[in-house]
């Protein structure tokens, strides 16, 4: 699609790309074209690889230092083309990959689930995480290959900061628990580690709230 024909089809939306204020930058929604165009561009920074189970996605900057083989490759990791890479795994993913190196397989925009009640309903219920690559979730009624056949905190993040269930009460607005056995509350913690817990909780919670969102965070041991 040439330039000049992109920018008058789209140019509410080139306008909000150009916007100053980095929130409407952020909630700018591509079309899948332009989208479909991006990924085949040979000009594109980085390369993108899948590990052994498909659940993640990683962009590896195809110029490094010295051409020394990436750790993707040593670790034989399949590698995709962009075109491939977002239909497999979507744009969200593709971006956060590009973003912070990893993507993870059906991570979504946290505003595109399902917006569930103040009686919080298992349907539209999300498991959480917080590790050192940023925020993480996803529906637990997604079908999953494990032995439960849905996902669980594990699957999300191999180590995280705090963990727990979710649901979005409403537009930006999220109800947190800690209920994750991997990495929330556990009653059966002694005494001494209750309260590194609860300074977890506090500390992710303001994490969330740094993403703009509105959290309301449910005591810890209830749900």
């Known amino acids: 699609m040439a330039v000049a024909r992109r920018h008058s089809r789209y140019a509410a939306i080139v306008q909000q790309t150009l916007s100053a204020d980095l929130r409407t930058r952020y909630d700018v929604i591509l079309p899948g074209e332009i989208l479909h165009e991006i990924a085949q561009q040979t000009t594109c920074v980085d390369d993108y690889y899948v590990d052994a189970d498909g659940q993640r996605l990683y962009a590896v900057a195809r110029e490094r230092k010295g051409q020394e083989p990436s750790s993707a490759e040593?670790?034989?990791?399949?590698?995709?083309?962009?075109?491939?890479?977002?239909?497999?795994?979507?744009?969200?993913?593709?971006?956060?990959?590009?973003?912070?190196?990893?993507?993870?397989?059906?991570?979504?925009?946290?505003?595109?689930?399902?917006?569930?009640?103040?009686?919080?309903?298992?349907?539209?219920?999300?498991?959480?995480?917080?590790?050192?690559?940023?925020?993480?979730?996803?529906?637990e009624s997604l079908p999953w290959d494990s032995m439960r056949g849905m996902p669980s905190h594990t699957s999300i993040s191999d180590q995280a900061y705090f963990g727990g269930e979710a649901w979005r009460t409403g537009e930006n607005e999220l109800t947190i628990n800690g209920a994750s056995r991997a990495f929330g509350y556990n009653r059966d913690f002694p005494a001494s580690l209750m309260a590194e817990g609860e300074k977890r909780y506090e500390t992710a919670s303001k994490f969330l709230r740094a993403m703009k969102l509105a959290v309301t965070a449910r005591p810890l041991g209830t749900r």
Do not use: I
């Open 74 to 139: 040593t670790d034989g990791l399949l590698k995709l083309r962009g075109p491939q890479a977002l239909l497999n795994y979507g744009a969200f993913c593709l971006f956060m990959a590009a973003d912070r190196s990893v993507g993870y397989r059906l991570e979504k925009d946290l505003r595109r689930f399902a917006a569930g009640s103040a009686a919080l309903p298992a349907e539209t219920k999300l498991l959480w995480t917080v590790d050192d690559e940023g925020a993480h979730f996803v529906p």
